[in-house]
């Protein structure tokens, strides 16, 4: 994709080189990140007006350490190494990096030496909050280089070689300990030069040039899920390609009270994609049928999907003509985790996805969003016109509510978990908290308990309650829901569904749990 001034980053392991990422695209600058291993032909053809260095587990003395070319620092634009950048640009350069004899975790405290570089908007002597995490540091500064900032216990917290434009930072300016590192980052970026004028806008109109390039006169076929990635993703390819798009909804009976009708009304109606939708509820239910194994369900349900999605496709080829392209709704935290430093994480779940499908199917893949975060993709989609609904949504597993009822899924279990979950997304709504929380929703237990109502012993279903915050789903903690709240929504649980007579709440953080109960 064509912006016309991006950074690279180069990453080097660290847990926080995506936060670099999102921080610089937030001062409105465009980025990507390469792991540190590519060839330096493609750094240099890369073409960029600045490049950061990320943070990184290994130590620079240790053998086999990661390294970049040295020429790197030729190309005559501006780099910053954030701390084991910094320690490989003294290193390379011709400095000494040793042990650190206080090794430093946490908050610290630098006192700006120089107002330059990434501290061009302090003053001398002004004293700034930071965060390190180092074991490492740099002893004894490369030729060329002057100290930028010094610690309590270290004399080189920041350096710079003025006339070559790099610059090297001991702490991490992109995390949020550091108060003022995106100052900082936005200080490095001006001297790169950078307009910071990338905007959604402007995203929006180069990404529809490229589809258009990239698809010709072809047709293409878009899945719809109803979540956000894929709405979005549509939108973009109707903007680019109006009726050569045609999207497909797969219902596979797994979906939360009034989804199907939402979609059809939104996508379809409201905003004329031409939609095919697939009611595949029958065969998901058959091919679950007393399947209690959670693996073994997700499984199930990914290859089921698979399934109807491309004799979906085939019916809607056969009606509509022949299609070249499959788009996808792949973000840039997946694109990153798959050409990772560290390689791919190890599987917990196996995730549904549509991977594998557009080589079985002989098409072509077009992903709109690969370069976007989830924030981005929310903003490209109120660019788009999207309703908030559809925009702010949360989360939704591609297995639907059958990772939610534990044990077998049947249609009126379906039922039973389909109005509890409506209740709690009303109420947590109706608290005004939907957009705050990740995510908010119902598990029906494979548990049966006694209750009384009326003067009646119950003999019934255990429904659990889940809220969690989380920035990305990878770790999250349970939402300290108002007792209030879970007050109404236990009662009008056990009042209006039939089927459950008690309602617990889930107070474990992930890890060790996870988000989903299967
Ligand atoms: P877990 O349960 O692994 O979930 O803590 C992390 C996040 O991923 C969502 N999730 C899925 N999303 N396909 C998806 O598209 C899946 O198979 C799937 N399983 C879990 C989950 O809702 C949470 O946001």
């Not at 917290?157 to 434009?165: C, H, I, P, Y």
């Not at 995390?175 to 959604?200: I, K, N, Y």
């Not at 009822?405 to 608290?431: C, K, S, W, Y």
Request: net charge negative; proline share 6%.
């Amino acid at each position: 994709m064509s912006h016309h001034e991006h950074l690279l980053i180069l990453d080097f392991g660290s847990q926080y080189t995506q936060l670099i990422a999102r921080r610089v695209r937030a001062l409105r600058v465009y980025c990507e990140i390469l792991p540190c291993t590519v060839p330096f032909e493609r750094i240099r053809s890369f073409g960029a007006r600045g490049i950061v260095l990320s943070g990184g587990p290994a130590s620079v003395e240790a053998p086999g350490a990661p390294i970049v070319e040295p020429e790197l620092f030729s190309l005559g634009i501006p780099v910053l190494g954030v701390c084991y950048g910094q320690q490989l640009i003294a290193k390379l350069l011709g400095g000494r990096v040793a042990k650190a004899t206080a090794r430093e975790y946490g908050p610290a405290r630098i006192e700006v030496l120089a107002s330059v570089g990434p501290f061009a908007s302090f003053v001398e002597g002004q004293r700034l909050e930071v965060w390190m995490s180092h074991g490492d540091r740099v002893d004894e500064l490369p030729p060329g280089f002057v100290p930028l900032a010094k610690t309590a216990a270290g004399p080189f917290a920041a350096m710079g070689d003025l006339k070559r434009r790099l610059y090297g930072v001991q702490f991490h300016p992109e995390v949020v300990h550091t108060p003022q590192g995106t100052q900082m980052l936005a200080s490095f970026l001006d001297e790169c030069g950078f307009a910071r004028d990338w905007t959604m806008g402007s995203f929006v109109e180069s990404a529809v040039a490229t589809i258009r390039a990239q698809v010709g006169g072809e047709r293409a076929i878009c899945g719809l899920s109803g979540g956000v990635d894929s709405a979005v993703a549509a939108m973009l390819l109707h903007r680019a390609l109006g009726e050569k798009l045609r999207c497909v909804f797969v219902d596979n009976g797994l979906l939360r009270r009034g989804e199907r009708a939402e979609v059809e009304q939104t996508f379809g109606h409201r905003f004329h994609l031409p939609l095919t939708t697939v009611d595949a509820s029958a065969r998901f239910q058959e091919a679950l049928s007393g399947v209690e194994d959670p693996e073994q369900k997700r499984k199930i349900i990914g290859k089921t999907f698979i399934d109807a999605f491309e004799e979906a496709v085939q019916g809607d080829q056969a009606e509509h003509g022949e299609a070249k392209f499959l788009a996808q709704g792949t973000l840039y935290p997946d694109v990153i985790e798959s050409v990772s430093f560290k390689g791919p994480s190890a599987t917990i779940k196996s995730h549904h996805n549509v991977g594998g499908l557009p080589e079985r199917m002989r098409l072509e893949l077009i992903e709109p969003l690969r370069e976007l975060f989830k924030d981005e993709v929310r903003a490209v989609g109120r660019e788009l016109g999207l309703p908030e609904s559809i925009v702010s949504r949360q989360p939704f597993p591609g297995p639907g509510l059958a990772v939610r009822i534990l044990g077998a899924v049947t249609p009126e279990r379906l039922e039973v978990l389909r109005g509890a979950d409506a209740i709690v997304r009303e109420e947590v709504d109706r608290a005004g908290l939907m957009e705050s929380i990740w995510q908010a929703f119902a598990v029906l237990l494979p548990v049966k308990s006694v209750g009384v109502m009326g003067d009646e012993r119950t003999y019934d279903n255990v429904c659990a309650i889940r809220a969690v915050h989380s920035t990305d789903g990878m770790t999250a903690d349970w939402v300290r829901l108002p007792y209030e709240l879970l007050a109404t929504i236990s009662s009008r649980i056990v009042n209006e569904i039939s089927g459950i007579n008690r309602v617990v709440y889930d107070v474990t953080s992930k890890p060790p749990g996870t988000i989903e109960w299967e």
